[in-house]
């Protein structure tokens, strides 16, 4: 897992963030789910935004940003 | 290299939105209130074009036109958003640390910071119409606390001078981004130089009115310049002009440079 660099993605309505590495619990996606593996028709949970309006972004996280994260 | 680009008025994204119909969950305000948004990058799904530019992934001038209007209170992460008033008034309510309620009126500006999850809500109260300059900016981290700052730009008595209202001058609102925001409002023609934090830095230059002229362009109301790879602008002012100039660090992420890759804008 350490050898494949996980992504970060950005819906650009909103500003909500999808992290492979964390997955999305609360919403049913586990940790380590890829971008890729989710499908087309899956929307912000937060605003609605179609999933083709994330952008892929490399920035880090805050101190406790992943904990967070993890359970937005 | 130096890059640039110039963006006429007539170019930018142009929507209204109506408080009645698709949109209503989404604009506040009586029957008949519409928003009207100018914009230079994309905004969400409502605008083809350059999707942003550096760090800045929105900016628009936007009217909120009869009493009530607005945006009706919805989240946000991440997201830093600014809001310069150029007219009327603004009622800002967000819900970082213990919240708040704000009103802004010309000069008066904000930066909030929705990071680890933050709700806003835009609103012109009264029937006069409210005009403001709308920037959304990618922070630096991800899930910072959520925070609100504001201050106020004095149009008269801080004129024909490049003035720092966003970033790490004294007397700036500080923001999670290597980026500054400035302003020049004038009353006399005005010959000024900004000078960029590196030449790899890239400046948006926005005129909201008036006419400024940097190297052979000319650029008049609404107009807009978008220039990396130097390291200083020099530029002059006509004599009663308002621009505003967004400095930022140049992220390339998102596809930023694949876009301009496919445009061949870029000279």
């Known amino acids: 897992m350490n050898a494949i660099t996980l992504k970060r993605l950005m819906c650009l309505g909103c500003g909500f963030s999808y992290d492979e590495a964390l997955g999305l619990p609360e919403h049913g996606i586990a940790p380590g789910t890829r971008w890729a593996d989710i499908p087309e028709d899956w929307i912000c949970p937060d605003c609605g935004t ?23 | 290299m130096t890059q640039s680009f110039v963006l006429r008025a007539g170019e930018r994204g142009h929507d ?22 100018e914009s230079s990058f994309n905004f969400h799904q409502y605008q083809s074009g350059r999707p942003g530019f550096g760090a800045v992934r929105v900016f628009g001038d936007e009217t909120f ?24 008034e603004l009622t800002h309510i967000n819900t970082a640390g213990r919240g708040t309620v704000d009103q802004l009126r010309q000069g008066d500006y904000y930066v909030f910071s929705a990071g680890s999850g933050g709700k806003h809500c835009e609103l012109s109260i009264s029937p006069e119409d409210m005009h403001a300059i709308y920037l959304w900016l990618m922070p630096n981290q991800l899930y910072l606390p959520p925070s609100y700052l504001r201050a106020h730009f004095d149009l008269r008595t801080r004129r024909n001078r490049i003035v720092q ?30 000078t960029q934090r590196s030449p790899e830095h890239g400046t948006y230059v926005f005129v909201k009115e008036g006419e400024l002229r940097s190297g052979d362009v000319t650029l008049g109301p609404r107009d807009s310049l978008g220039i990396s790879g130097v390291g200083k602008i020099e530029c002059e002012a006509a004599d009663t002009t308002d621009v505003f100039l967004v400095e930022t660090v140049m992220l390339d992420a998102g596809g930023l440079s694949a876009w301009e890759q496919e445009h061949g804008d870029h000279h």
Do not use: W
């Open chain 1, 50 to 72: 179609s999933k083709s309006q994330f952008e892929m972004v490399v920035i880090g996280y805050a101190d406790g940003g992943p904990l967070l994260a993890q359970s937005a």
């Open chain 2, 16 to 37: 209204v939105i109506y408080s009645e119909g698709s949109a209503s969950s989404y604009v506040a305000g009586h029957p008949g209130s519409f928003i009207s948004r």
């Open chain 2, 65 to 88: 036109h009869g009493a009530g209007c607005g945006y009706n209170m919805h989240p946000h992460h991440n997201f830093i958003i600014c809001a310069f008033v150029l007219e009327g």
């Open chain 2, 165 to 194: 209202l966003v970033g790490d001058s004294d007397g700036a609102l500080p923001v999670a981004q290597d980026l500054r925001v400035s302003r020049l409002v004038t009353d006399r023609r005005t010959a000024c130089t900004y």
